[in-house]
C-alpha cells in the first residue's frame, strides 16, 4: 500500500479524494500511472479539485452530484476502498464495484455522533446493477 494511501485511509488527508477505477469499468491501462494498482482495479489518491475532474472524466458524472445521490441508501464498502457490499442483493454475482469516490472529513466534536469519535471516512459506490451506496467510518474502527 502506497504511502499516499494509507495516510488517507488514517484520514490524514482531508484535502484529497480517493478514486477506485474497476478493471471492468475502465480499461485505460494509463491510470496505473496516477495510482496504485489494486487486485481489480487502480485506486488513486490525489488532491480535491482534480480527484474531482478526473471522477468526472472517468465517469461522466460529477463527484458532490454523485456522492448526494448515493447518499440515500446505505451499504457497505470496503475499509480499503477497493470493493463493497452492494445492499440491493449482497452476495450476487451481479453485484460489483464499479468504482468509489471518498473524501475523508476531520473530526468534528461540535456535530457529535460519528464525527466527535475522530476524522470520518465517507465513500461512495457505484454497482454494476446501477445502484449507488454510501458508507461511513472513523479510520481507527476499520
Not at 502506497?2 to 474497476?22: M, N, Q, S
Not at 468509489?100 to 455522533?113: K, L, S
Request: a negative charge; aromatic letters at 10%; glycine letters at 10%.
Amino acid at each position: 500500500m502506497t504511502d499516499p494511501r494509507e495516510e488517507f485511509l488514517a484520514g490524514d488527508r482531508p484535502d484529497d479524494v480517493a478514486l477506485f477505477l474497476a478493471d471492468s469499468y475502465v480499461s485505460d491501462d494509463r491510470l496505473a500511472e496516477f495510482g496504485e494498482r489494486v487486485d481489480d482495479g487502480v485506486l488513486i489518491v490525489v488532491d480535491g479539485e482534480r480527484g474531482r475532474n478526473a471522477f468526472q472524466a472517468a465517469t461522466g458524472m460529477e463527484a458532490m452530484q454523485f456522492a448526494k445521490s448515493a447518499m440515500d441508501l446505505e451499504g457497505i464498502i470496503d475499509a480499503d476502498l477497493t470493493g463493497g457490499t452492494c445492499p440491493e442483493t449482497p452476495g450476487d454475482g451481479d453485484h460489483e464495484v464499479q468504482f468509489i469516490f471518498a473524501f475523508a472529513e476531520e473530526q468534528n466534536e461540535d456535530v457529535g455522533g460519528i464525527y466527535a469519535e475522530g476524522d470520518v471516512i465517507h465513500a461512495y459506490a457505484q454497482c454494476t446493477c446501477g445502484t449507488a451506496y454510501s458508507d461511513r467510518w472513523n479510520p481507527a474502527d476499520a
